[in-house]
């Protein structure tokens, strides 16, 4: 099973009181479950987490004045009453009521299908070669580039955190233009391929620095 | 028998491809302001920029500073450069304070501060690039997309 990069998307619902404007009035389905959050009355603003269209879910950090809450479960949703307090502990909120919020938000959202994709290629420890999981999937990266013809791809290379970080910038250099080299020697046009690298300093996976990961070890193919 | 005197036709071949050898980038233009390109829209929406109000319509530019607003029964949609998607619901406004994609400078940033009513934001390339740059605020919180603690481990690897 290939590992999730559930990082770096976030499907953010917002809700927001206009400053001096009392009256909202929601339609509220009673809860079925005591947990459910109840409709914010009027003087709180309401920060949804959805899926992404490819089901994935990333996380959101929300700060007030007050403090900081997390919001990494799709589905639920964080307050903020008093601005000068940390927002409200997530609670999952009810589809009706996100439905009812948030429907006219949600229909005016462009098309997101035609986007771009990406894909993750992994490497052997302090090598630029190739896991063998990974060497299957650069078939599958050149068809995809060649079904879509895309303006753009981005090629970025990366380490974990082991060595300094000279070392590791060269690496994922070295990396991320031996990607680069196989696409062109694929038949992609080399005029597409924007090659960037950032040895250890973007890790997929956080770890400390010295600390050996090979989920971080890596090339980010994005296809545009 | 007259024949073409090449000689003469040289200078000119020269300049000719000389101009033909000059690629894109050594001639660009000014970058263009356009950030962001309305794909949705539905009953009363506009676009202030600079004091003026500019009707929402599909196809509308997007630039940097410019304020979405939508009436009490109006919406708009917008995709970014980036491919990040930014609609909003009815009775709504919020502005682009910033909006910067150029991914072979290594430059990102999208700064977006929220006035009032319903939003949905769906995150693209510049929070693929820097999270860290991207940040959505309202009049009470600011909200940014966090890192890398979610990945799910391959068993067996």
Redesign the interface.
């Known amino acids: ?19 001096c404007s009392a009256n909202r009035n929601l339609i509220v389905p009673p809860p079925a479950n005591r947990d459910l959050i109840v409709p914010p009355p009027t003087n709180r ?1 309401l ?1 949804v987490l959805l899926p ?2 490819d089901g994935k ?8 004045k007050g403090g900081s809450q ?1 919001l ?1 479960k799709p589905g639920y949703a964080a307050q ?1 009453g008093d ?1 000068s307090k940390p ?1 409200i502990a997530p609670k999952p909120i009810d589809e009706n009521e996100i439905t009812g ?12 299908t035609g ?2 994709i ?1 894909f993750i290629l992994w490497f052997e420890n302090d090598k630029t070669k190739l896991t063998d999981e990974s060497k299957e999937l650069l078939p599958e990266i050149v068809r995809s580039i060649q079904n879509r013809k895309p303006n ?1 791809i ?1 090629v ?1 290379g990366h380490t974990d955190r082991v060595g300094t970080e000279l070392y590791n910038i060269t690496l994922s250099a070295r990396r991320a233009y031996y990607v680069r080299d196989f696409l062109v020697s694929s038949g992609i046009k080399a005029s597409a391929l ?1 090659v ?1 690298f950032h040895g250890k300093a ?5 770890t400390e620095d010295g600390v050996a990961e ?2 971080n070890r890596r090339v980010e193919v ?1 296809v ?1 | 028998m007259n024949h073409i005197n090449l000689r003469r036709l040289f200078l000119p071949l020269v300049t000719i491809f000389f101009l033909l050898s000059i690629n894109g980038e050594a001639m660009s233009a000014d970058p263009s302001p356009v950030i962001a390109t309305v794909q949705k829209v539905s009953g009363m929406a506009t676009v202030v920029r600079q004091g003026r109000t500019i009707s929402a319509e599909i196809g509308l530019e997007i630039w940097e500073n410019d304020t979405l607003h939508t009436g009490p029964d109006g919406s708009i949609g917008v995709v970014f450069n980036d491919d990040t998607l930014l609609s909003l619901g009815p009775k709504s406004a919020l502005v682009i304070d910033e909006f910067v994609f150029a991914p072979s400078q290594g430059k990102f940033s999208l700064v977006i501060r929220m006035l009032k009513g319903t939003s949905a934001y769906l995150s693209g390339l510049i929070s693929k690039f820097a999270p860290e740059s991207v940040h959505f605020e309202t009049p009470t919180a600011s909200i940014g997309i966090r890192g890398t603690k979610f990945v799910v481990k391959v068993e067996g690897e």
Do not use: C, W
Not at chain 1, 1 to 19: T, W
Not at chain 1, 57 to 64: E, F, N, Q, S
Not at chain 1, 101 to 112: C, E, I, M, Y
């Open positions: 099973m290939k590992p999730q990069n559930h990082l770096f998307v976030a499907y953010i619902l917002l809700f927001l009181l206009a400053g603003d920060i992404d269209p879910v990333g996380a959101l950090r929300v700060t007030t997390i990494d903020v601005p927002p919020v948030f429907g006219a938000a949600l229909s005016a959202q462009p098309d997101p986007r771009f990406s753009e981005y970025v924007v960037s973007k890790p997929l996976v956080y090979p989920l994005i545009r």
